[in-house]
């Protein structure tokens, strides 16, 4: 199974909502990341846990919030997001990101909008 | 922070004609991945190069790592329809412990049947 999968594929929230998005895999992989893409541009790499452990804060706002509850699950919790926030989040997989640079495995998406 | 350049931004060709879209870092490459993004989609990994000069082929697909570990292409030898999509090139950033990927601004390919 080389699948990552994602929930919910589209969210529309206000901006004092709270919401989270999930992503799962069941390759036993060890590294995961969240990437944000906006439309016409490159996915923009958020954060990477290695080992369940948070490894990168790309400097991200503190209103996007984390969580690896084990090996296959990764979290965003989103709050009081902006408009600009609106985007396509992407969860990736890899098989490790402490030693050689694997190829990436990535989800679907969330289509989020924020109204 | 490390930047890498695609070109062209776009191109649009006609069924059966050749593609080709570059990638240019600044800084010497320990390696260099390309991933396929269709319209709609999301990035699927096409291929990773790690030695200077390498060489690759996937069917119709050539990908190249330049001599110098700068740059590297991605030709398509007669379109098809299925080739519609943004090719990105990517590659390892930071510096750290923990490896990351940068991504290439991306050449979105139009097809025309």
């Known amino acids: 199974d080389t699948e990552v999968t994602q929930t919910p594929k589209h969210l529309v929230m206000g901006m004092t909502n709270k919401k989270s998005l999930k992503c799962e895999q069941h390759?036993?992989?060890?590294?995961m990341y969240w990437y944000k893409q906006k439309a016409k541009k490159p996915p923009e790499l958020m954060f990477v846990y290695s080992y369940e452990k948070l490894s990168i804060n790309e400097s991200v706002p503190s209103r996007f919030s984390p969580e690896c509850p084990n090996s296959s699950l990764l979290n965003l919790h989103l709050h009081a997001l902006q408009p600009e926030d609106s985007a396509l989040y992407l969860c990736?997989?890899?098989?490790?990101?402490?030693?050689?640079?694997?190829?990436?495995?990535f989800g679907p998406g969330t289509r989020l909008t924020v109204t | 922070g490390q930047q890498v350049m695609q070109i062209p931004q776009y191109q649009h060709v006609q069924e059966g004609e050749d593609f080709t879209t570059y990638c240019n870092s600044s800084?010497?490459?320990?390696?260099i991945q390309w991933y396929k993004q269709r319209p709609g989609g999301h990035p699927v990994f096409l291929i990773q190069?790690?030695?200077?000069?390498e060489v690759k082929k996937q069917k119709r697909l050539t990908f190249q790592f330049g001599e110098a570990k700068k740059n590297s292409s991605l030709h398509i030898t007669a379109t098809q329809t299925t080739d519609v999509g943004t090719y990105f090139c990517?590659?390892?950033?930071?510096?750290?412990?923990?490896?990351?990927?940068?991504f290439g601004t991306g050449t979105l390919l139009a097809v025309q049947p």
């Open positions: 390759m036993g992989h060890r590294a």
């Open positions: 800084t010497t490459l320990s390696n």
């Open positions: 990736a997989s890899s098989q490790t990101a402490d030693r050689n640079l694997y190829e990436q495995y």
């Open positions: 990517a590659v390892k950033g930071g510096g750290g412990a923990t490896n990351k990927l940068i």
């Open positions: 190069l790690v030695k200077s000069g």
